[in-house]
Nanobody, 122 residues
């Protein structure tokens, strides 16, 4: 599976961005999908994950109520809508896919895409 993430950029505090990750190479609808991030000088952090049919969804506590993960199986695409962005959301964001049931947290995923940089200025 190849994953291509895009949509990052420079925004101000309180603004929104939508990240997109397009998958290719195998059946998309039976993959669990996740978003992760790595801030400068910090370890990789779980952000959100979503099951095969769009449910269930899981979120890291600091993004609950602000971020929404969704998927469009017809387009082989997973999205991360990020609202009310904060400077502490600044990181490289990665999408990942896995053939197992969707899980919460920083767990092994089979496939990873390249990152897209999100910078939130204050």
């Amino acid at each position: 599976v190849q994953l291509q993430a895009s949509g990052g950029g420079l925004v101000q505090r309180g603004e929104s961005l939508r990240l997109t990750c397009v998958a290719s190479g195998r059946t998309f609808s039976d993959l669990a999908l996740g978003w992760f991030r790595q801030a400068p000088g910090k370890e990789t952090e779980f952000v959100a994950s979503i099951g095969w049919s769009g449910h269930p969804t899981y979120y890291e506590d600091s993004v609950k109520g602000r971020f929404t993960i969704s998927r469009d199986n017809a387009k082989n695409t997973v999205y991360l809508l990020m609202n009310s962005l904060k400077p502490e959301d600044t990181a490289v964001y990665y999408c990942a896919a896995d053939s197992r049931l969707v899980r919460y947290g920083l767990v092994p995923y089979d496939y990873w895409g390249q990152g897209t940089l999100v910078t939130v200025s204050s």
